[in-house]
């Protein structure tokens, strides 16, 4: 079993930046991968970034340019550092664990997650 706690996430402006942090407790915390999604209302819940207990990391070509996943295993926490936000990355961000074999990019393949945490771009 692996519990996640999402933390980081509050309101900003356009332009603003935001860190969110993943923490997770568990055995064999570095055998997973951990990754963000993020969900907006009406719509699927949208794969991020990724990185393995190796510090390979993986994102969406949408957020490419903009967002940086980390990972300091010494601390079982992973973190997401988003620059230049626009109002359309309003959403809940959730963090999830998967075991490295899964495909990194589907949802279905983390088989943990967190509760999420919210975050508003807004003026």
């Known amino acids: 079993q692996v519990q996640l706690v999402e933390s980081g996430g509050e309101s900003v402006r356009p332009g603003g930046s935001l860190r969110l942090s993943c923490t997770a407790s568990?055995?064999?915390?570095?055998?997973?991968?951990l990754g963000w999604f993020r969900q907006a209302p009406g719509k699927e819940r949208e794969f991020l970034a990724a990185i393995t207990g190796g510090l390979t990391p993986y994102y969406a070509d949408s957020v490419l340019d903009r967002f940086t996943i980390s990972r300091v295993n010494a601390k079982n926490t992973a973190y997401l550092r988003m620059d230049s936000l626009k109002p359309e990355d309003t959403a809940v961000y959730y963090c999830?664990?998967?075991?490295?074999?899964?495909?990194?990019?589907?949802?279905?393949?983390?088989?943990?997650w967190g509760q999420g945490t919210q975050v508003t771009v807004s003026s």
């Open positions: 568990g055995r064999n915390i570095n055998e997973y991968v």
């Open positions: 999830a664990a998967k075991s490295i074999s899964r495909p990194v990019r589907a949802s279905s393949s983390y088989e943990y």
